[in-house]
């Protein structure tokens, strides 16, 4: 419903990037969609770039093949993702190419944003130290680092059930009037209502896990912890802007996770 994952420079930034569902505009035209497709994938190899450097510099090592499959996965799945859904989504597209911090955002939203893009980049940053040099703690066994692994495959997919879903997954917290805002009440909006930060917090504990590192996993609290507070805010707004949200959260109890919270 809004802007559900702020990281995804981050995140992941994405990790994942680009969905939307059946509130779309019309099909554009096929070399519209083949420009943006373009644009998404040059996107996507700078953001793996990015996190790339972020990891391989602290390890001052090339010679890690966990970081390697992970990277290598991420890019796929973005890939086939932009591929798959680029035709007729070009709002979402546009709107994920935008900042974080835009005008018109909430001041509380901005710096909100800019710890949490601070927290998640030091985490991935740390995970390489203590792998290569702290040794904080023992190394995760092959059952936690392969659960790790199945973190992140059920983070992103939930990533991209949301953003399928939402036409409307800005970066930012607003009320995007231009584009018709609306409640989007199906699919995974219809179990949390914040399925890309669920996703995210999948993400942010499933990583470190997968990269062998337990004090990582266990410093995932501060961005997950960031993204709860950031859902406060969020829906202070939305309550106030977004006519219907507030019967929506009557229908949908649970902001992150079902039947806690």
Sequence with gaps: ???????????????????????????????KAHMLTVISILRIILDVTFFALLLFLPA????WW???LLLGVAFIVMVAAVVNLARGHEGLLKERFKSPVQKGQPLADKIIVVFYLAAGYSLMVFIPLDVFRFHLMAKPGTFASSLGFALLIAGGWTAY????????????????????????DTGVYSIVRHPMYAGSALLW???PLWLESYPAALLACVPIATVALRILFEER????????????TQRVRYRLIPFLW
């Design 1 to 31: 419903m809004t802007c559900d994952g702020a990281v995804e420079r981050g995140e992941a930034k994405n990790l994942l990037l680009v969905m939307v569902g059946d509130r779309r505009g019309p099909a554009s035209g096929g070399g």
């Design 60 to 63: 001052t090592t090339l010679h």
């Design 66 to 68: 966990r970081a390697w």
């Design 161 to 184: 059930l949301a953003l399928r879903e939402n036409a409307f997954a800005a970066l930012a917290v607003k009320h995007q009037e231009e584009r018709q805002h609306t409640v989007v």
């Design 205 to 207: 504990v499933g990583i």
């Design 237 to 248: 707004f939305l309550r106030r802007e977004l006519k219907g949200y507030e019967a929506y």
